[in-house]
């Protein structure tokens, strides 16, 4: 069998909009795309969708490989870009797939450098209305995190997230959580070849992130909206392809997940991903985290830290990051303090401090920084990292579900004057 012939190689305009040129569709004119996109699909089923279109069987992993590296090396958005594959080959693609990503419904960009944006994908039924979900990037001196989305909503309804408080919840695709590290890319000129990449000295050789490259997006967390143990093969999947050595590679050292503690799910994250893992603890006692983390009904306590004793690769080197969030007169004494570092005691961890980013309803305040101190100190003192997540971002609203629903609340002519601002910073 011989690769494909067409007469055609004329080039799908993808539906993705950059950061500059953001070209919202209407909602009730939204068409959910055609064809299929290869972005998500992993190197088994790119090969299927490959011999799908005739590629023939001796020169799939040759194509494959190929493709791959200009999806996720070069960020290729359109088939004619692929200029080491036959013309026949990237028409034959055309035809069938796009490359397309999320749809960017807004960018915003903190003064601090900070970058988020609002996507939008397709609702769960051709009918049903498109559903947004949202992205964060963060740079800092050393690295640059971005913060992926696991679902739109989430069904755990913790009572001091906003996003468990969305009415819709599906889980996204592992397209649309590759997609979101894509867009991404895509607004920060992050990619092998782009021109940034190109002007900076440090760039020569090997652009990938660990071989002395300079990539702005080093890391990621899976601390965007939604619950990633309950959206589990596609969360794998997904990291499985940031983490490709010939593709993204972003190491699995420095991807998160983040979990509200899904106990049976722990074990595979390890096992089938191998990523570092985060668990949103915020309470010492089940009659607190009851409250806050309702899940913990379902998996008290002492279940979750038995899983995070025996998380795979568990290692003072790979410590397990315990989030708490700190809430004014709810979880910030002292003596809760004290309470966290023996409940640890045993797990190579590391304790997060967030400060609680309030939302419009929410009867919780943050506490006092200087209890936040306080609180810090009795961790450090008992020897482990106790890092303050500062807040970033807080001039857009970046905190969980939070661009999302400011967004909600706009009328078309704010939400395009908000596209305007993001466009002009
Ligand atoms: N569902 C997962 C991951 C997403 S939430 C989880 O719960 O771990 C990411 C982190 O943000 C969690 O630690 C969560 O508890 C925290 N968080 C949620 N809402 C917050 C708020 N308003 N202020 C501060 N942290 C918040
Ligand atoms: Fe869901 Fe995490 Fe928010 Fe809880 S904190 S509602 S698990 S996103």
Redesign the pocket.
């Known amino acids: 069998m011989t690769e494909p012939q067409t007469t055609s190689a004329s080039a799908t305009t993808s539906p993705t909009a950059t950061a500059g040129l953001v070209e919202k569709t209407p909602l009730e004119r939204y068409q959910p795309p055609a064809k299929p996109s290869l972005v998500g699909l992993s190197r088994a089923q790119l090969t299927e969708a490959l011999a799908s279109i005739g590629v023939p069987a001796v020169r799939r992993k040759m194509r494959v490989q190929q493709t791959w590296h200009w999806v996720y090396v070069r960020g290729a958005r359109q088939f004619d870009a692929m200029t080491s594959i036959s013309r026949e080959l990237r028409a034959a693609l055309d035809r069938h797939f796009t490359l397309a990503r999320p749809e960017i419904v807004a960018e915003q960009v903190s003064a601090d450098g900070t970058r988020k944006w609002l996507l939008r994908l397709p609702g769960e039924h051709s009918l049903d209305r498109p559903h947004e979900i949202e992205c964060v990037y963060i740079p800092e001196a050393d690295r640059g995190t971005l913060c992926l989305s696991s679902q739109v909503g ?1 069904t ?1 309804a ?1 009572s ?4 468990g408080t969305q009415r819709l919840v599906r889980n996204l695709t592992p397209g649309e959580i590759v997609g979101q590290i894509m867009v991404a890319r895509d607004c920060l000129d992050d990619w092998l070849g782009a021109a940034r990449l190109d002007a900076s000295p440090a760039a020569s050789g090997a652009s990938q992130e660990g071989k002395g490259g300079q990539r702005l997006i080093s890391n990621i967390v ?7 143990l309950y959206n589990f093969e596609a969360v794998r999947d997904a990291l499985l392809i940031a983490a490709d050595g010939d593709g993204i590679a972003i190491s699995k050292r420095r991807i998160t997940l ?3 503690g899904v106990v049976p799910n722990i074990s595979r994250a390890g096992a089938e991903i191998g990523c570092m893992l ?1 668990v ?1 603890l ?1 309470a010492v006692s089940d009659e607190l985290r009851n409250d806050l983390v309702p899940l913990n009904r379902k998996y008290p306590i002492k279940e979750l830290l038995d899983a995070c004793r025996n998380y795979p690769g568990l290692s003072n080197a790979r410590r397990i990051t315990f ?1 708490y ?1 700190m809430l004014k007169g709810v979880n910030d004494s002292l003596t809760d303090a004290k309470a966290l570092v023996k409940l640890l005691k045993g797990i190579p961890a590391k304790i997060n401090l ?6 419009p309803g929410t009867k919780y305040e943050c506490s006092d920084w200087e209890r936040i101190e306080k609180f810090s100190e009795i961790i450090f003192n008992a020897g482990y990292a106790s890092p303050v997540r500062t807040p970033r971002g807080r001039d857009i609203l970046a ?3 939070q661009l999302k629903s400011a967004s909600e609340k706009l009328s078309a002519r704010e939400r395009l004057a908000l596209r305007a601002m993001a466009m002009t910073d």
């Open positions: 989430c755990l913790c001091f997230c906003h996003t899976m601390m965007g909206m939604g619950e990633p983040s979990t509200s985060a949103s915020h989030e969030v967030i400060p609680f980013n309030p939302w905190a969980c579900g």
